[in-house]
């Protein structure tokens, strides 16, 4: 709870279960591109966590690992991103963007009986941006759906949204 600043090594894989939960000070982290998997609530309970860079390399996000992060406004998750468990961003009553560059939806891990779904208690109004050319494989792919709604396409490489226009 006293650890206001952490910095992962460079070699650094795997950031494990719990490996940085409650830290009420830390207020960003810069994840290493050696990082593949970010495991269950890791980040958990990080009240101040403004500020999260992500892996380039990164392929799952384990459960509620951003779980409680209050202060979170915006999330990118990288292209590489190919499974995010349950209840990642639960009870992130701040976050209004999440730009999802993965250009295939990705998986999302779920249990029978879970209570806790992607993005849960997040910000009014909160938007996923995903890649322009799959806006509907999101609106179409499982837990993803449930955000039809809130799902824009977004052009990563320009870097601003793209309004569909259906007559």
């Not at 309970?45 to 779980?67: P, Q, T, V």
């Not at 806006?135 to 824009?152: N, T």
Request: proline share 4%; glycine share 4%.
């Amino acid at each position: 709870d006293t650890i206001a600043e952490i910095i992962l090594p460079n070699n650094l894989e795997i950031i494990g279960s719990d490996a940085c939960s409650s830290l009420k000070r830390l207020r960003s982290i810069k994840v290493p591109d050696s990082v593949q998997i970010i495991d269950e609530w890791a980040f958990s309970g990080c009240i101040n966590l403004e500020d999260i860079k992500l892996s380039n390399s990164l392929k799952s996000i384990g459960d509620c690992a951003f779980h409680w992060c209050y202060s979170l406004t915006k999330i990118v998750i990288p292209e590489s991103i190919e499974e995010i468990g349950r209840g990642v961003f639960d009870e992130c009553s701040n976050l209004i963007e999440v730009y999802c560059k993965a250009v295939i939806p990705p998986k999302v891990k779920w249990r029978s009986g879970s209570n806790h779904d992607l993005f849960k208690n997040n910000s009014s109004g909160r938007k996923i941006y995903v890649p322009y050319e799959s806006v509907d494989a999101y609106k179409k792919a499982p837990l993803w759906r449930m955000y039809a709604k809130d799902i824009v396409g977004f052009d990563f490489k320009n870097s601003k949204v793209l309004l569909v226009v259906k007559s």
